[in-house]
């Protein structure tokens, strides 16, 4: 069956680290999207892309960045984690219809 | 940019009573309103959405309901069952492919 996967589903980092969140999809979308998800703010864009080569920056995109070299993956990279970044991060994808979301990853920046 | 509110925040019923999420929303260029349910640790899930040429949808006891000219958009929830309980979240974009706006959510708590 299709599907969207997240990893790590859980990790704990330090502040300054570099960390890279991997998303996958099975579904063949040229949709993905990244959201964080905050006690009291809701799921939050954060960047999304259209297709390979295609990245673009949402809401809350600083210190965060995406690349989209196939079709199946957009890695979230947090290039110096901060304790704001302390969430729970989902990846989303979609063809023209409903978004589908992945199992999420807690991030815990210590 | 798109800016959705959602009311209430908590949102409490006794089991076969309904319940009522309303959202509203800022761009009037939005044309795609999802509801999204989530349980305690787990992913959302889509459970409903409507078009905006459409002014009602239902699916067996989840109905939601656009007014464009108002815009806001309600999701209505009849013969409320325990498994019910969990955080609602409505939703608005131009269209089903680009970036959802988010409500802050509702967590509904179906009293046995």
């Known amino acids: 069956d299709a599907e969207i996967t997240q990893s790590p589903r859980h990790k704990i980092t330090e502040t300054g680290r570099q960390v890279t969140l991997a998303c996958h999809q099975t579904?063949?979308?040229?949709?993905m999207f990244w959201y964080r998800q905050d006690l009291g703010h809701g799921l939050r864009l954060i960047h999304y892309?259209?297709?390979?080569?295609?990245?673009n920056k949402g809401e809350v995109s600083d210190g965060y960045s995406v690349s989209r070299s196939n079709t199946e993956d957009l890695p979230l990279t947090l290039e110096s984690a901060a304790s704001s970044q302390t969430s729970v991060y989902f990846c989303?994808?979609?063809?023209?219809?409903?978004?589908?979301f992945g199992p999420g990853t807690r991030l815990t920046v210590l | 940019g798109e800016n959705v509110e959602q009311h209430p925040s908590t949102l409490s019923v006794q089991e076969g009573d309904s319940a009522v999420i309303k959202c509203t929303y800022s761009?009037?260029?939005?044309?795609?309103f999802p509801w999204y349910k989530q349980e305690l640790g787990k992913r959302p899930q889509l459970i409903i959405d409507?078009?905006?040429?459409?002014g009602e949808k239902k699916d067996q006891r989840i109905a939601v309901t656009l007014n464009k000219t108002a815009k806001h958009f309600s999701l209505h929830i009849t013969e409320t069952q325990p498994e019910d309980s969990a955080v609602y979240f409505c939703?608005?974009?131009?269209?089903?492919?680009?970036?959802?706006?988010f409500g802050k959510g509702t967590r509904l708590s179906v009293i046995a």
């Open positions: 989303a994808s979609s063809d023209v219809g409903e978004q589908f």
């Open positions: 409507i078009r905006s040429n459409v």
């Open positions: 939703a608005a974009s131009k269209s089903g492919n680009t970036p959802l706006v």
């Open positions: 761009d009037s260029a939005s044309n795609y």
């Open positions: 579904w063949n979308h040229n949709n």
């Open positions: 892309s259209y297709g390979v080569q295609d990245t």
